[in-house]
Each structure stands twice: as structure tokens, then as C-alpha cells.
């Protein structure tokens, strides 16, 4: 026996068990991918039961049977998560965090939001922007020899099969889609749009998804170049990758846009390599915050940002390998204080090097790591923490930025 809801209705469902805020967090958010029907879900104060919003029209059991799959999935997945912090910088900006950070943007004609998870930006924003991209460029030029590459925007299915990207996070994926080469279909789609108001899309049959999409993760098209080479020393790999993740509903400002910004560095070659990468990585991410080694953030050569580097394991992510994140202080629309995770330092281990064929000096599938930097979102910390009164800034950068 089904019961529809008729207009809009709620559930309450139970957790297995009590979890923690991040989980509850984490609850929140991937709950738009859990169906159609569910407007959303809303974690509950005691943390032991959800709140989920139904939309009118919703088959209830069959609703809550996968709002039921999925909360068990969630609860266990991350049950026992223990954050561990590495580096943890006070900061010293004794202002107020700026609220409203993507309207402020917006009205001094420094961003323009396109309202699907795109962004436009100049001005102080463009320098910002360029100023983190460029000085992290240059500190893993320096500490680690990094290459500079370009790598496309695109990257073919196969490639992320073979990432693992499908097992992980099958819920961010994008495909892009042509009209058939047929000449009826063209016409058909031509005709329609030639004056309509607003696009009229082809229908499904029309369109044939043949396996490209858009990347979704900034060192993915490096790994096909390094096939059938061996990295007897080691080799680091530096760029601005533009990536784009499939966020539906969740879309905000530059909290969460669906495309976006990352300067990557690549680590390829032997573990102690990989592994001696990674923990030089870490102050100079701290470092990255300071373009020019002049303070970005704080009056006199005080660390920029609270950032907190922690453990994270998500969801959809299958491989079961420790990420650090790199944290940083932001506002929620509320105006509470929220962690802002604003990049990440991975190891592979060898999974990159056995699926694509690259090995290192012992003829051994090579290891790697990465460390990836979300520019736009480093922008809004910076913004959140100093707001847009550019004396605030520091000097060193107040010329650079507001000039
Ligand atoms: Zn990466």
C-alpha cells in the first residue's frame, strides 16, 4: 500500500546512532542527491533524527526508504571520525569577520554571479585571485622544482573510470552532450530556436552523450601524460586548473560554486619522495597565504588565517585514503563562524601509477600525491577576514590588491 503525500509534508526518520556536527553537516548537504522528491533533509538538534522535507507529489515509503539507505550510509561511513589538526595559525585581524562577503563582491561591481555556480570577477578580486594562483606557483617552483603545464578543461570518461572518479562521487560528475549528427535533429533544434524566447533545449533522443566531460578534480589530465615515462628522482608538476563539480542544489556564492578555480601541484615517483613532499607541503601552504612572504592577513607580520589542516574522509569517496584539509575561517549565512575547507593534500599511494603505467626508479608503479588550492574560496576568506575597508588590509598587499 503506497501513501502519496498530497502537499507538502514531512518525515521525521531516525539515526542509527547520534553523530557528530560535521556529520550532520555532511547529512545536510549530499542530501540533495538522494531523490527528487526530497526538498531536503535537516539534521535535528539532539543529532539522532532527521527532518526530511518532502515535495508534493511524493510516493512517502519509497522516499523514505532512500532517505533510510542513505543515513545508514552516512552514519557509518563516518561514525568514529576524529579530526586531527597539523597546523593550526591564530588569527590576528582583530576586526570583525565581514559578513555578506558575495553581495559586498557583487555591489562594488567586483563579481557578477551568474546564478548556476559560475562567477565572473576584476578588479581587486582578479588580483587576489592572480596573486594566490601566482605566489603558490612560484613557492613549488622553488621547494619542489614544479613544472608549469596547462591541462584542458575537459577530460574524456574513460580517464576518470580509470581515476576512480565513478566509484566516488558518481553524484559530481557532468557529461557533455551533442546534437546527433543528424540533419533533421539539427534543423529541428535550429528552427525551434530561431525565435524563441529563451533556449529551447533538444530532446533527450537527440542529444548523444559520448563520453567527454567536464574535469572535475585539477590533477586527473596530468596522469595520462605521464604514461610509460619512470621517474627515477622524482617530478613535481605545477598549474591553474579550471574544475568543475556538479554541486545541484547546493550552489552558493564562491562557497560552493560548480566551477571553479584550483592551483595543482603533482608529486610523482618513489614513496619516500612522495612522502617528503607531502610534509614539506605543508608549511609551504602556510606559506602560500603570504604572497611576497609579506603578510596577506594581520597588522604586523602576525600568521594570516586560523587555518586548521584535518583528516577528512567524505561519503562518496571509495578509496579509503587519509586527505588533509586545508580550513579556513568563513561566515555561515547566519553569521556563525564555519571551517571553510579551502583545499587538500592527498596521497595516492600507487593507484595513479599502476592504472596509467608510469613506474618509478626501481621499475615499480610510481607514487603520487597532490595538493590542490581552491582559489575562489581563498578569496572569500580573505574577504570574510578583512572585509572592504582596504585600510584594513596590510600594506604590503593593499597596493597590489586595491591600486
Ligand atoms: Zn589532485
Excluded at 542513505?70 to 597546523?87: P, T, W
Excluded at 608538476?237 to 578555480?261: A, H, K, M, T
Excluded at 611576497?292 to 571509495?318: E, I, M, N, Y
Aim: charged fraction near 25%; glycine fraction near 10%; charge should be negative.
Amino acid at each position: 500500500m503506497n501513501k502519496h503525500s498530497t502537499d507538502f509534508n514531512q518525515i521525521v526518520l531516525d539515526l542509527p546512532r547520534q553523530v557528530d556536527t560535521e556529520v550532520a553537516g555532511d547529512i545536510e548537504k549530499e542530501s540533495v542527491f538522494v531523490s527528487p522528491w526530497i526538498e531536503r533533509i535537516k539534521v535535528n538538534e539532539d543529532r539522532s533524527s532527521v527532518n526530511v522535507e518532502l515535495r508534493p507529489g511524493a510516493n512517502v515509503e519509497e522516499v523514505a526508504g532512500k532517505a533510510r539507505r542513505y543515513l545508514d550510509v552516512m552514519a557509518k561511513q563516518l561514525s568514529g571520525f576524529e579530526i586531527k589538526v597539523f597546523i593550526e595559525t591564530k588569527r590576528k585581524d582583530t576586526g570583525p569577520y565581514q559578513l555578506g562577503v558575495n553581495e559586498g563582491l557583487i555591489e562594488r561591481g567586483w563579481m557578477h554571479d551568474y546564478g548556476k555556480g559560475q562567477v565572473a570577477y576584476s578588479g581587486p578580486v582578479l588580483k587576489l585571485a592572480r596573486l594566490i594562483n601566482e605566489r603558490s606557483g612560484e613557492l613549488y617552483a622553488q621547494a619542489f622544482g614544479a613544472k608549469d603545464g596547462h591541462f584542458p578543461a575537459m577530460v574524456d570518461a574513460d580517464t576518470l573510470q580509470k581515476c576512480g572518479y565513478f566509484d566516488s562521487h558518481p553524484n559530481a560528475v557532468t557529461f557533455l552532450g551533442n546534437v546527433v549528427e543528424d540533419i533533421d535533429a539539427l534543423e529541428e533544434f535550429r528552427v525551434a530556436n530561431s525565435c524563441s524566447e529563451g533556449a529551447i533545449l533538444p530532446p533527450h533522443e537527440h542529444i548523444h552523450v559520448d563520453g567527454m566531460c567536464l574535469n572535475p578534480a585539477a590533477c586527473f589530465p596530468c596522469y595520462p601524460t605521464l604514461t610509460g615515462k619512470t621517474f627515477a628522482d622524482g617530478a613535481a608538476y605545477s598549474w591553474l586548473g579550471r574544475v568543475f563539480r556538479y554541486e545541484s542544489r547546493n550552489i552558493n556564492g564562491l562557497d560552493r560554486l560548480y566551477e571553479f578555480n584550483v592551483r595543482e601541484l603533482v608529486f610523482v615517483g618513489s614513496e619516500d619522495y612522495v612522502r617528503s613532499c607531502r610534509a614539506k607541503a605543508l608549511p609551504i601552504v602556510e606559506d602560500a597565504r603570504q604572497p611576497d612572504r609579506h603578510r596577506l592577513h594581520g597588522a604586523d607580520g602576525d600568521d594570516p588565517f586560523f587555518a586548521t589542516v584535518s583528516a577528512a574522509k567524505k561519503f562518496w569517496q571509495a578509496a579509503q585514503e587519509v586527505k588533509n584539509e586545508i580550513k579556513i575561517p568563513a561566515l555561515s549565512s547566519d553569521g556563525s563562524v564555519k571551517q571553510l575547507a579551502c583545499g587538500s593534500i592527498n596521497l595516492h599511494g600507487n593507484f595513479f601509477g599502476k592504472r596509467f603505467g608510469f613506474n618509478d626508479g626501481a621499475g615499480e608503479p610510481a607514487q603520487t600525491g597532490c595538493v590542490g588550492l581552491g582559489i575562489e574560496r581563498w578569496v572569500l576568506a580573505a574577504f570574510t577576514q578583512h572585509g572592504f575597508d582596504e585600510r584594513r588590509w596590510p600594506e604590503s598587499v593593499r597596493e597590489k590588491l586595491f591600486g
